[in-house]
């Protein structure tokens, strides 16, 4: 898949507003088309209000101070180099960058992404350090995926792979000494997330939410940061294609089918196109839900006293052993036993819902 005008108009018009006329801003003729504002861009002009928002972000929520050290979690995808090119654009006076770059062990793809990332960085002048789950926890995502599909009860790939990724930002903030982690997650995924705890029933998780992640301040956990929590995706891609930013694209995760928030994408998506400003009105309605649910300060001492410290690998927890330790146990045990459950995992999921088909298509 390569970024283009062409590609750019597709994803930014909707059914009710296919005509792109002039920029609201000058007289030069507009090359997107935001139906939630309405908004009519040129190409600077749409630069100007994304990098503004961008910074806004950051303001609103207080999420970068003055001299902190920043780690950008840093795939290779369009979010995270794009949250790269952009603290490397407005803040590398006031800050230090440095990336970490996670090989989850999916062949023909996430080695080639970690190309991709090590190149930006190198373009970037930012440092960087490659942590693979191989060398972490002896696994890799292409050892996990049989072992899931063969018994439905373990879950989906993405579960175990987002919380082995945590594990791994969270650990490695702390030995390279830095104040926040910084991750390239955008409006879509925050309004799906919030959409999919409604689903599920996960009070626990929905309070966790925000431009900035966790609801406890514990010095085992290191803050995670969001500044493009109000950036839509689709505009991240038209941003990167008016600005020839280099990021990989040419395929999703091969297991990302599995993923039930390709549904949720899906749905949002059809729900933005047919009513824009939909995604917006989700996000706003879970932050005022947010602070109106926000525990009080005793509550928040009663969690923190409640932490533990995870006997196998010693990352914060509420438990003996933390959820990843117990995930790679079960695994490896699942591995071992080779025990074959007669139900197929892979019947539940929708294969045509794969990462790529709900993002660009
Ligand atoms: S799609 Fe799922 S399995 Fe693949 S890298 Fe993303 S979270 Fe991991
Ligand atoms: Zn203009
Ligand atoms: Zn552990």
Request: net charge positive; proline share 2%; hydrophobic share 30%.
């Amino acid at each position: 898949m390569g970024s283009n005008i062409n590609q750019i108009q597709k994803i930014t018009k909707n059914s009710k507003n296919k005509e792109i006329k002039t920029c609201d801003k000058c007289k030069k003729k507009a090359v997107i088309n935001l139906a939630y504002g309405p908004h009519k861009f040129c190409e600077y002009h749409f630069n100007k209000f994304f990098e503004n928002r961008f910074k806004k972000t950051i303001r609103k929520y207080k999420l970068i101070k003055s001299k902190e050290k920043i780690l950008i979690a840093l795939s290779g995808g369009k979010d995270s180099v794009t949250l790269l090119h952009l603290l490397n654009k407005f803040y590398k006076n006031s800050n230090t960058f440095s990336a970490l770059i996670i090989d989850e062990g999916v062949k023909g793809y996430r080695d080639n992404a970690v190309k991709v990332a090590i190149d930006e960085c190198k373009q970037n002048n930012v440092s960087y350090t490659v942590i693979s789950f191989k060398e972490e926890f002896n696994i890799t995502n292409d050892k996990i995926m049989p072992l899931i599909l063969k018994n439905e009860k373990l879950g989906g790939t993405c579960a175990f792979c987002g919380t082995l990724r945590r594990n791994i930002m969270n650990k490695y903030a702390k030995k390279l000494n830095v104040d926040k982690i910084a991750t390239g997650h955008n409006l879509d995924d925050e309004v799906q997330s919030f959409v999919m705890n409604v689903f599920n029933n996960d009070f626990k998780r929905l309070k966790r939410t925000g431009a900035e992640a966790g609801l406890i301040e514990h010095n085992g956990f290191v803050k995670r940061i969001k500044p493009l929590y109000l950036t839509p995706e689709k505009e991240i891609i038209a941003y990167c294609a008016f600005n020839n930013i280099n990021h990989y694209s040419q395929a999703c995760c091969p297991y990302s089918w599995t993923a039930k928030r390709n549904e949720y994408r899906e749905m949002l998506n059809n729900f933005e196109n047919r009513f824009p400003g939909t995604q917006f009105s989700i996000m706003r309605f879970n932050e005022k839900l947010k602070e109106e649910l926000s525990p009080s300060e005793e509550k928040k001492r009663e969690l923190k006293s409640k932490m533990k410290t995870c006997t196998i690998c010693g990352e914060p927890t509420d438990k003996l052993i933390c959820k990843t330790c117990e995930m790679i146990k079960t695994l490896k045990k699942e591995n071992k036993t080779k025990k074959e459950n007669k139900k197929n995992n892979s019947k539940k999921y929708n294969k045509k819902l794969t990462c790529y088909s709900t993002k660009y298509n």
